[in-house]
């Protein structure tokens, strides 16, 4: 097919494995950070636990052990918790799971006390070491391919490069239960099989290419584009065959000599060769494609399982149609957008694209069947609801693309010398970890769009602080996570070393095996591989004889489906229903914290009451969303050995940056300043700190920390100022400082508990950054499902969608317009249900609520307040109340009645032209969305 394969002695040792080999290793031990990743992780990991540990697939008990959203609490027809997230990552972690469980199991026979029930420390461990290995893997099966074209080091630069230069890195390391690795060994794994058994295919060979197929199909759903490769293989050899039949038929003797050489010669320039040895070759390529879709369908069937336990339905998408149906193809988007876009944020990537132009001198067909292949999943990617792919560092839905970048950036150092490739590499991966900076430490908004200009003045502000915030990346990693395990721990890195040197053989040696050398290893890998497989089928089979529904409390009603409408939500409503560009505001943590004095090791700290009068500031100093925030609090001029600060370490939200400097001036013009880290300084409230460093500890995980400046005992302090960090503010998601309290401890030993009152700036009890937003009407209204005369309800909770929220709100609003996905089934009626704090009484249309039918006509209801919402302010009828909580907030319930005759398309909330901030909260929000089916 026109390949010019690269010539290089096998008599020469090569090395680049053992280079790669050893930055793999160093890599792990100092980067793995092991965690569990909520949502997406979690929905990947709890099939694997649950099938191994509980036999089933009922995933209720996972999603409540990690008190994760409620948006998997949605029942599917079937009545079990849904889990739209794929299985195959959970199949290829299973070892690694099954070396924890193992290790557990031994472990405990010493002493240890770690429980075998699949969420303890060393069962993520290994999960995450899983990901991180498929990684390796991938690029090890890259080099491989790589390395039949260009030079070795050529070959092994370019791997460095997308190693290092893209999110690979990232999600490698950091992010591990995500299935974009083990996406990305698949695909790895997929061309490889494919490459190496291009000329001249076994049976088995297209049974295993079937198999990694399958598999690859399986750990993300997207993979099954790649397939196009082998399809166009096959029309290539038809299409070849069929010139040469049209070139020899005596019919065509007039233009033999004229149109039949001419298709043959542009044929052969595209894809090589003349032809017949396809020719005679098709009767056995017919046969070997029902192999090769055999095994591929073999291989995709515990997935199929999967779905029909869950869904009803062997074939299904779980988001609903509606994920690839929102909008137009965003092409331009996803590849050169300022958010996470693919080339805007791994611009090494713009190179690799440039050298398939000498991939394509050296194999046509190979560079032009991955970029074929790199173009659908482009499409595929721009068609998705969340083009940006969410909270994303890059764009993690083209990790999968990223091993055929490697062939494309191979073929364009091989054109270079050494020094260049290196220099190119070095400049790349520095970009790419400033980048990486500043999204690890909350520099740059990860949900929220960010502008190129953005990106490059944060890089230029993370350069200037490099050797500041690089050992904070290297914190809680692998040795870290071990370091209990005490003499032990040696005793799991030397597993996990042996892993590594133990692939790196075997890799060594698959090559061969497809060179024709030991085809009896290679039948013998094929049958174990499909062994494991018929082994991980009948495993997946009993799971779902055993899956039993959810508990009955959240089973729903067969004549009604709910209307998930979680990604079309606007509005963080346990923030503020109305402001759609107010996304982060830090709520009441302590709504126990009373004014008080607190002691902490005989430090005294006061705590202010909150102000009655809204007017009023506060009872706090807060830094946050203050970009360029300074106050200054007055000290007692006495010489001071210490300051001791009560702080709220939930604004900051486990961002590792300095969010706040505080700095102690003394009375001759010198200072001490104090830079505050996020879980360095102040402890996240989300996780229980020490108790050492917990000042007051209230309902949940709430509480106050101390923290200390030391001071210069023998100068006198004037003041204390507060100030924001350049570049850190509403950007940033919670960055900055609440301080509650401050108190002065003088060399004598005494204490003075300063009163900053009059300086305070927010009221901390009602929201610390706004004075004037609606506040949290429903702060005891959990997600989950409510009934209403039979009717249920499906409520969102608060981290379903975090970073879009959980209702839909028209508020503030004027031209606001969104559509819903419905049913397309007969229908009888639509129930919402609705706040009516939201219209406040006024008595005027404050939205209108469109239904759509599939025949193009419509129905519309125009909501107004006191009729058709009842006001919260006001007991409304219980024939209208859905769910009443304490004082008198209340959900109401809004009926709409639909034409059973016609099927509903959608349904579309719109603002009423003209009603905006003019009125106080004018709109209507929405909480869940009922169908009733006829």
């Known amino acids: 097919m026109g390949q010019k394969k690269f010539t290089q002695s096998n008599h020469i040792p090569d090395r680049s494995y053992y280079v790669l080999l050893v930055l793999f290793v ?5 980067f793995l950070k092991p965690a569990l990743f909520n949502p997406d992780g979690i929905g990947y990991y709890s099939y694997l636990r649950s099938l191994v540990i509980d036999g089933d697939f009922s995933l209720f008990n996972e999603f409540s052990h990690y008190q994760t959203s409620k948006y998997f609490f949605h029942l599917t027809s079937e009545g079990h918790v849904r889990n739209v997230f794929a299985f195959g990552s959970a199949l290829v972690w299973a070892p690694f799971f099954l070396i924890a469980h193992v290790l557990t199991l031994g472990l405990n026979l010493f002493g240890f006390h770690i429980p075998p029930d699949g969420y303890s420390f060393l069962y993520i461990f290994m999960t995450n070491f899983g990901t991180c290995f498929y990684g390796f893997l991938a690029l090890i099966l890259a080099y491989e391919v790589a390395k039949d074209y260009v030079s070795r080091r050529a070959a092994c630069v370019s791997v460095l490069a997308i190693w290092f230069a893209t999110n690979f890195w990232n999600y490698m390391f950091f992010d591990g239960t995500f299935s974009h690795i083990p996406s990305a060994f698949s695909v790895s794994l997929f061309i490889y099989i494919w490459h190496k058994t291009r000329h001249g295919r076994t049976s088995f060979q297209w049974i295993l290419l079937g198999a990694a197929g399958g598999l690859m199909s399986m750990i993300r759903w997207q993979n099954v584009l790649y397939v196009i490769i082998p399809i166009l293989e096959a029309l290539s050899a038809f299409l070849r065959s069929s010139i040469h039949e049209k070139a020899v038929k005596p019919n065509d003797a007039r233009w033999r000599g004229i149109i039949g050489p001419i298709e043959l010669r542009v044929h052969s320039k595209f894809f090589g060769g003349s032809g017949r040895e396809e020719l005679r070759r098709i009767p056995f390529f017919v046969k070997r494609t029902l192999f090769f879709l055999s095994a591929f369908l073999f291989a995709c069937l515990p997935q199929m399982i999967v779905w029909k336990v869950l869904y009803g339905s062997f074939i299904t998408i779980p988001q609903g149609k509606w994920f690839l149906e929102a909008h137009d193809a965003a092409i331009n988007a996803v590849l050169f957008s300022s958010h996470h876009g693919l080339f805007a944020w791994s611009p090494v990537l713009i190179l690799a694209t440039l050298g398939f132009y000498f991939l394509y001198r050296r194999d046509r067909f190979l560079s032009l069947a991955l970029l074929v292949a790199f173009c659908l999943q482009v499409y595929i990617n721009s068609k998705a609801l969340d083009t940006y792919a969410g909270v994303s560092f890059g764009h993690r839905r083209f ?15 091989d054109r270079l010398k050494p020094l260049p490739q290196y220099l190119i590499t070095s400049l790349f991966v520095f970009w790419n970890y400033l980048l990486f900076l500043q999204f690890h430490f909350g520099l740059i908004e990860p949900h929220w769009y960010v502008s190129f200009s953005q990106i490059f003045q944060g890089q230029v502000g993370v350069f200037g602080r490099f050797f500041e915030l690089s050992p904070l990346v290297v914190r809680d990693t692998m040795l870290d996570q071990l370091k209990y395990l005490g003499a032990f721990r040696w005793f799991v890195l030397f597993v996990v070393l042996l892993i590594s040197c133990f692939t790196l053989f075997f890799m060594k040696r698959l090559s061969s095996w497809f060179r024709g050398q030991h085809t009896r290893h290679l039948r013998v890998s094929t049958v174990f591989f499909f062994l494991v497989l018929i082994s991980a089928n009948v495993l997946v089979l009993l799971g779902g004889m055993n899956t039993s529904p959810a508990p009955v409390n959240y089973k729903m009603q067969d004549n009604f489906a709910m209307v998930d409408f979680g990604w079309y939500v606007n509005s963080k409503y346990h923030r503020d229903p109305f402001r759609s560009d107010w996304t982060e505001g830090v709520m009441n943590h302590f709504p126990d914290l009373k004014a008080d004095t607190i002691v902490w090791n005989s430090v005294p700290f006061r705590i202010l009451p909150p102000f009655r009068n809204p007017e009023d500031r506060g009872s706090t100093i807060t830094t946050a969303y203050r970009p360029d925030f300074r106050i200054d609090v007055p000290l007692k001029k006495f010489p001071t050995q210490a300051i001791w600060l009560a702080i709220d370490g939930g604004l900051m939200l486990g961002l590792k940056v300095a969010c706040t400097d505080i700095v102690v001036h003394y009375a001759d013009g010198s200072v001490t300043t104090k830079e505050v880290f996020s879980s360095v300084d102040v402890w996240d409230y989300r996780e229980l700190p020490p108790e050492e460093n917990v000042l007051w500890q209230g309902d949940g995980a709430q509480s106050l ?3 200390q400046i030391v001071t210069e005992s023998d100068k006198i302090p004037e003041r204390i100022e507060f100030m924001s960090v350049t570049n850190v503010g509403n950007e940033n998601k919670n ?36 004075p004037e937003i609606v506040q949290n009407h ?3 209204l959990e997600g989950g499902m409510m009934k209403w005369q039979g009717v249920p309800f499906s409520i969102l909770s608060e981290s379903d969608f975090p970073w879009r929220g959980t209702t839909i709100t028209t508020a503030y609003m004027s031209d606001y317009r969104i559509k819903i996905p419905l049913k397309r089934v007969p229908t009888r009626s639509l129930w919402l249900a609705v706040d009516g704090a939201a219209v406040v009484g006024l008595i005027m249309h404050c939205a209108d609520i469109v239904l759509h039918y599939t025949d193009g006509t419509s129905v ?13 302010w006001e007991d409304p009828p219980k024939s209208k109340l859905i769910w009443k909580g304490d004082g008198r907030q209340s959900l109401t319930v809004l009926e709409i009645e639909t034409d059973a005759r016609k099927m509903p398309a959608y349904l579309e909330i719109r603002s009423v032209r003209g009603v905006g901030n003019n009125f106080q909260n004018p709109g209507i929000a929405v909480f869940a969305i009922t169908q009733g089916l006829e």
Do not use: H, M
């Open 399 to 413: 990790i999968n693309c990223l091993p055929l970048f490697v062939f494309g950036l191979a073929a364009l150092f």
């Open 860 to 872: 519309k209801k125009e909501v107004v307040s006191g009729i058709d919402v009842w006001d919260y």
């Open 735 to 770: 960055a900055g400082i609440a301080v509650f309290a401050i108190t002065q401890v003088l060399t004598d030993g005494t204490f003075e508990t300063l009163d900053f009152k009059e300086l305070s700036n927010s009221d901390y009890r009602q929201d610390p950054f706004k």
């Open 705 to 707: 920390t101390p923290l």
């Open 778 to 780: 429903f702060a005891d």
């Open 26 to 30: 160093f890599s792990a031990f100092f």
